[in-house]
Structure formats: structure tokens, C-alpha cells
């Protein structure tokens, strides 16, 4: 085992290397460390289209199933507290149908840790950027089918997993002749209210959320995945009653309070002219500071959840790229 960070936290994770080695054999064949050339932007950089932010140099891990010919593959878009057991244990669950991982670490090369304290180090919005570079590299590679590439992401990963089914962001930040073929979130933030966020490229999009969870509140994605059926999206949320934030965080024997977490749990965004975000109910610009925006939520494990979850997005992906 090795010593990774979850919320800030020291814990014990599982590491590839120390794994039993029966463990990944039967389905993991190569592991490649993978470059993505990237930018850093600010909310309103990336609503606007601007492109100057300043550069990134991040990496992937991505994992291949065995296989022949090209592969499925899945980017996965980590939380605040950056790749930990849980994304390990959702990269061993593709390979296990046959689906190539590519996990995405947003952060270390931005010198991130965490950003569960200060979400203010790199904007949710932002990390979808990276995501539309990870498809880039993942639709060049020679043993990757570009038609057959998908996107899950957890909590704040999960803002880049869903709104990057959104063709205003597809226009601005996708590799030319190539979109994502599913978008997966879980206890996704869906509280700021994007221009047009109800046209998508028409691709399914999966919405997973505990209806406990109090570090990101599960209304605004009722809310939001409501108005994008009544839009003709095929999107939907399921929900899992007693489940709390990052109820797949297998680790957590007991739940966990965060202290000093950030959690806008009570705060509504809205888009407005030239890119800026405002508090829906108060007019005020996007902050930080703001009075909506509180501290001390809690995660917690719930294996049912986690394991219909599992269920679900295997269900989905073997449908979606038509796997045998």
C-alpha cells in the first residue's frame, strides 16, 4: 500500500504495484503514462471562449484491458481531493469489461494538491478544458477507437464529465471530428446555470447522486436534468436514498467530517453577460466569499449505492459501445 491524500487527508490507498498481482491479470495487459498539453483558465475565460490561458503540461495514466483492434476508453476526471482509491477501483471496473482507463490527474501539474479548503485554485468549469485535451491525446492514439470514448467524473470532475455534453463547450474546446460518446457524473455539482446548457451534442449523459449528500446538494440536479429531457437530451439521475458525498470511497470506514471543506451547498449560479457568474437570488458576482458559500460537510462510503452505481455505468457502456 502507499500513503495517498483524500480531502487533504493522509489515508491508505491501493497502489497498482502492491496489488495482487491476480488481481489485475486477468484484465489489465499495459499501463502508459500520457502527456496532455493543457491551460489553465478562469471561469469566465472559459465561458467566453478565450483560449490565453496560461499553459499546463498535465499527465494520464491510461490503462489497457486486454483486447484486440481499437479499444473503447473512458477518461476519468477526478474530485477536489485529487485521484485516490476510489479512481483506481473505477479504472479496474473498465478494464474489467473490456474498456481502456485514462485517468486524469488536473492537479499535480498545476503544483494542486487538494482543493476542497480553496476551490478558488483551479475553477470546476476549467477542468473540462483538460478533459477536451484528454480526448485529443486518447483520439490519436493507435490503439484507441475515437467514436468510442467516454467521460466520468466525480464531484468536481464531474462538472467537466456533464457539461462537456453541452455543444456551445463541444464548439469552443473539442478536437476537431471527435466528441465525447457518453457522459457519466457522480454527486455531480450542478448548481450554476450555464447559457444554452440544455442543448447537447445528443450524446447519453448519467447523473448518480446520494440523496444525503451534503457537500453538493442533489436539487440542482433534479432540477437540471429536468430541464434537459424537456430539451429532448437523453439524460437521467439516479438516486440512492441515505447515500452521502463520495459514497464510492470504499476506504472510508466511517463517515468523515470536513471541517473546513468549502461546500456551496446552498448557493445558486446563473450565467450572465460576457461570461460572468452571479448568486441567482442576490445578483452578487461568483465568490468565494460569498455568504451562500459554507464549510464543514461530510463523506461517507455506501456500498449499495456503489455497487448499483457499478452496475449501471457497466450496463451503459456495454450498450454504448456495443461491447460483446
Wanted: aromatic share 8%.
Amino acid at each position: 500500500m502507499n500513503i495517498r491524500m483524500l480531502w487533504g487527508k493522509p489515508v491508505l490507498a491501493l497502489a497498482l504495484l502492491s496489488l495482487p498481482a491476480s488481481l489485475y491479470a486477468q484484465h489489465l495487459t499495459r499501463i502508459e503514462i500520457r502527456p496532455v498539453e493543457t491551460v489553465t483558465l478562469k471561469m469566465q475565460q472559459v465561458l467566453t471562449g478565450d483560449r490565453g490561458g496560461k499553459p499546463a503540461l498535465i499527465a494520464g495514466e491510461l490503462r489497457f484491458p486486454k483486447g484486440d483492434g481499437k479499444l473503447p476508453a473512458v477518461i476519468l476526471v477526478h474530485g477536489s481531493g485529487g485521484i485516490g482509491a476510489a479512481t483506481d477501483r473505477w479504472a479496474q471496473r473498465l478494464n474489467e469489461i473490456g474498456v481502456a482507463a485514462f485517468v486524469v490527474d488536473s492537479f499535480s501539474g498545476r503544483g494542486i494538491t487538494s482543493t476542497n479548503t480553496d476551490q478558488s485554485q483551479l475553477d470546476s468549469i476549467a477542468m473540462m478544458v483538460d478533459a477536451y485535451r484528454a480526448l485529443g491525446v486518447l483520439a490519436q492514439h493507435p490503439r484507441i477507437d475515437p467514436d468510442r470514448i467516454g467521460i466520468i467524473g466525480f464531484s468536481k470532475g464531474a462538472v467537466a464529465a456533464v457539461y462537456s455534453s453541452n455543444e456551445r463547450f463541444r464548439k469552443m474546446y473539442a478536437p476537431e471530428g471527435v466528441e465525447f460518446a457518453v457522459h457519466i457524473g457522480l454527486y455531480t455539482p450542478c448548481n450554476t446555470t450555464f447559457r444554452d446548457d440544455d442543448k447537447t451534442t445528443g450524446k447519453p449523459v448519467r447523473l448518480f447522486h446520494g440523496i444525503a449528500d451534503d457537500y453538493v446538494a442533489i436539487g440542482p440536479c433534479r432540477d437540471y436534468v429536468a430541464r434537459l429531457k424537456q430539451a429532448g437530451a437523453d439524460a437521467t439521475l439516479t438516486e440512492y436514498p441515505g447515500a452521502t458525498h463520495a459514497y464510492d470511497a470504499f476506504l472510508l470506514k466511517e463517515p468523515l467530517k470536513l471541517p473546513n471543506a468549502q461546500t456551496q451547498r446552498n448557493c445558486l449560479w446563473k450565467e450572465a453577460d460576457n461570461g460572468a457568474v452571479v448568486n441567482a437570488r442576490t445578483g452578487v458576482p461568483f465568490s468565494f466569499d460569498d455568504p451562500c458559500v459554507e464549510r464543514g460537510p461530510q463523506v461517507a462510503y455506501t456500498a449499495a449505492a456503489t455497487e448499483a452505481t457499478e452496475k449501471a455505468v457497466k450496463e451503459l457502456l456495454t450498450a454504448a459501445f456495443k461491447l460483446q
